[in-house]
């Protein structure tokens, strides 16, 4: 069974950085690709980047350009690089499986880790 481990989150100002990183463990065989999705107080989970075994990433569009998602395969790590942090940005941000994230965010039985809390001050 797969687990994650998120890390890295923190108290940051506007404008700050931060680097989450995601160790994921048990059988992964069956996942490709890996992603990162993040829960606002109040709001859906939603999904903020993916990326492919090959390296290939795709980006929401409020995070694109600002963030950069990446992994190490022999680690069985993902990292989520945050720059010009915003207010917005606040969330608690999991890892998961990124190969369907439709059905990671809406299947009930689907693991999600602790998460860590990223809270951005203005």
């Known amino acids: 069974q797969v687990r994650m481990v998120e890390s890295g989150g923190g108290l940051v100002q506007a404008g700050g950085s931060l680097r989450l990183s995601c160790e994921v463990s048990g059988n992964i065989g069956s996942i490709n690709a890996m992603g990162w999705y993040r829960q606002a107080p109040g709001k859906q989970r939603e999904l903020v980047a993916t990326i492919s075994s090959g390296g290939s990433a795709n980006y929401g569009a409020s995070v694109k350009g600002r963030f950069t998602i990446s992994r190490d395969n022999a680690k069985k790590t993902v990292y989520l690089q945050m720059f010009s942090l915003k207010p917005e940005d606040t969330a608690v941000y999991y890892c998961?499986?990124?190969?369907?994230?439709?059905?990671?965010?809406?299947?009930?039985?689907?693991?999600w880790g602790q998460g860590t809390q990223v809270t951005v001050s203005s």
């Open positions: 998961n499986d990124g190969d369907f994230p439709e059905l990671v965010l809406t299947d009930d039985l689907i693991y």
